[in-house]
């Protein structure tokens, strides 16, 4: 069965510092990897998207993530993170089937002090 | 920027009453699914739905739920009994294609007491 593994379940940063968000799934067929985002209070939003072609992919607000198919690995990057970008991040993964149904990861709780 | 609407936002409920979770999807949209995150845990998949059809649905998603797009527009889910634990956050979300990402629903907590 398909599943998504988010290694970091909260992470603390301070202004400035860069940012990785590890995401690994288990799946040995074509997958579509996605980053969402649930600020406080709001709906999930898509970050970034991977489908096909350049394995490096980037999203709105900076965000960028990188596909390794050797090493079923989506990670998520930044290099300054902001205030503003403390939220949840959720890794997940649309693989076998044609019905669309994404598989979620644990979701990684991000903290920006300021 | 075309939205999914969900209604409630929270809706408390006392154990094995029914409720109904609306979701208004982007209208030319053909793809729907639930999705539910109980607090602290990870978003599971409910349910797909495409074609006036559930085209998929998880263990979750047993008999005491059903969905429903009863005028074109609303895509409705319904709890028939609920129990504790269904209390979580229910996400709607819509789709115009497979290889197209989702909008979501901002959600509806349910709470169940």
């Known amino acids: 069965a398909q599943s998504v593994s988010q290694h970091n379940h909260h992470v603390i940063l301070s202004e400035a510092a860069s940012l990785e968000l590890g995401c690994n799934y288990s799946?040995?067929?074509?997958?579509?990897l996605f980053w969402y985002v649930q600020y406080p209070g709001q709906h999930l939003q898509l970050l970034l998207k991977?489908?096909?072609?350049?394995?490096l992919v980037k999203g709105i607000k900076g965000f960028e993530a990188e596909f390794i198919k050797s090493k079923f690995s989506f990670n998520l990057r930044k290099p300054s993170v902001q205030w503003s970008d403390t939220a949840e991040y959720f890794c997940?993964?649309?693989?076998?089937?044609?019905?669309?149904?994404?598989?979620f990861g644990q979701g990684t709780t991000l903290q920006v002090k300021p | 920027e075309p939205e999914v609407t969900q209604t409630p936002s929270h809706q408390v409920t006392q154990m094995g009453q029914e409720v109904i979770l609306r979701c208004v999807p982007i209208?030319?949209?053909?793809?729907f699914y639930w999705y539910r995150q109980i607090l602290g845990q990870k978003v599971e998949f409910l349910v797909s739905?495409?074609?006036?059809?559930?085209?998929?649905k998880s263990e979750i998603f047993d008999d005491q739920f059903s969905v429903e797009r009863p005028d074109g527009s609303n895509f409705t889910l319904k709890i028939r009994s609920t129990k504790l634990e269904d209390s979580a956050m229910y996400f709607c979300?819509?789709?115009?294609?497979?290889?197209?990402?989702?909008?979501f629903g901002s959600g509806t907590r349910l709470t169940v007491v």
């Open positions: 997940a993964v649309r693989g076998s089937g044609n019905t669309g149904k994404l598989i």
């Open positions: 991977y489908f096909s072609g350049d394995p």
């Open positions: 799946y040995g067929g074509t997958v579509n």
């Open positions: 739905f495409y074609n006036n059809e559930i085209s998929e």
């Open positions: 209208s030319n949209h053909l793809y």
């Open positions: 979300a819509s789709s115009g294609g497979l290889t197209i990402p989702y909008t």
